[in-house]
C-alpha cells in the first residue's frame, strides 16, 4: 500500500502577497488619500460624515476601493470621481517619497525566489497606484506577476479572484491548495480562504488585529512578512 504525497514532493510553489500593510509600509497614506477625496465630493474633514465614512474605509482596509467609495457614495459617477481622487492623492503621497518596505519584506520575497517558489504581488489599488508603488521602491522586477482587481476581472478581495487569476496564470503549482495568501487584513484572509490555499497567514503589520484576522480565515498569523519563509518551510517538513 503507497502512502499518500508527502507536502515535500507537493511544495507550496505559488506565494501571493499583499502589498499595503503586508510587504509595503505607508504610514497611513489611505486614510489621507480618502480624506482628500471625499473633501473633493464634499465632505468636511472633521465632520460627523467624515468620521463615519473614515470608520468605514478603515473597517474595510484590503477591499477593493472602487467597491469602497461606491458603498459610501451610491451613485457610480460620484463612486468613480472619488475613486479618481483617491488615486491621484495617494500617487502624489508615493511620489512624495511616503512610502518604504516592511522590514524583511524584500529579503523574504527574494528567498522564497531563491527556493524556487513563484511570488505574485496583489493589491486593491488601481493599476496605476500599483505601478507608482513599485517604481518608488524599485520593485518592477522583484515579481515575475503583479496583480490589481482589474486584471482579475474586477472583482477585488474578498473575492478570491485575484488568488485565482495568479494560479492560473502563472501555473507554478497543479493544484490550488499549494499556495500561499498572506496579507494584513480580513479580506486578504477571506480572499485565500475561499480559494482554496493551503496556508493562509495573517500578518500584524498592517490594518487587523489577530482575532479578526483568525475569524475571517487566517490558518497562521505572523508578526511580519518576514516570517513567511519560515512558516512555509515548517509546513513542508
Known amino acids: 500500500m503507497t502512502s499518500a504525497t ?8 505559488l506565494v501571493v502577497l499583499d502589498m499595503a500593510g503586508t510587504t509595503v509600509a505607508d504610514g ?13 465630493l464634499g465632505v468636511k474633514p472633521g ?16 477591499e477593493s476601493k472602487i467597491s469602497v467609495f461606491r458603498h459610501l457614495f451610491g451613485e457610480e459617477e460620484k463612486a468613480q470621481c472619488a475613486n479618481t481622487a483617491f488615486e491621484e492623492a495617494y500617487g502624489a503621497l508615493v511620489d512624495g517619497g511616503r512610502i518604504a518596505p516592511v522590514p524583511g519584506a524584500r529579503e523574504a520575497v527574494e528567498r522564497l525566489t531563491a527556493e524556487g517558489r513563484t511570488v505574485v504581488l496583489t493589491t486593491g489599488f488601481a493599476r496605476t497606484t500599483q505601478d507608482a508603488i513599485l517604481t518608488a521602491l524599485g520593485w518592477q522586477d522583484l515579481v515575475p506577476l503583479t496583480l490589481c482587481p482589474a486584471d482579475a476581472g474586477g472583482r477585488g478581495r474578498p473575492y478570491p479572484d ?3 487569476a495568479a494560479f492560473l496564470r502563472t501555473r507554478a503549482v497543479d493544484d490550488v491548495r499549494r499556495t500561499v495568501v498572506a496579507g494584513d487584513t480580513s479580506y486578504d484572509m477571506l480572499s485565500g480562504a475561499r480559494s ?27 508578526g511580519s512578512v518576514a516570517e513567511l519563509p519560515d512558516l512555509i518551510a515548517r509546513a513542508e517538513a
Open 196 to 222: 482554496g490555499a493551503g496556508l493562509v497567514a495573517g500578518v500584524l503589520t498592517g490594518a487587523h488585529d489577530r482575532g479578526r484576522l483568525e475569524r475571517s480565515g487566517a490558518t497562521h498569523v505572523l
Open 162 to 164: 485575484m488568488v485565482l
Open 47 to 62: 465632520s460627523g460624515e467624515h468620521e463615519r465614512q473614515l470608520a468605514y474605509v478603515r473597517a474595510t482596509m484590503g
Open 6 to 13: 508527502s507536502t515535500t514532493d507537493n511544495p507550496f510553489g
Open 28 to 40: 497611513g497614506l489611505v486614510e489621507q488619500a480618502f480624506s482628500a477625496a471625499a473633501e473633493r
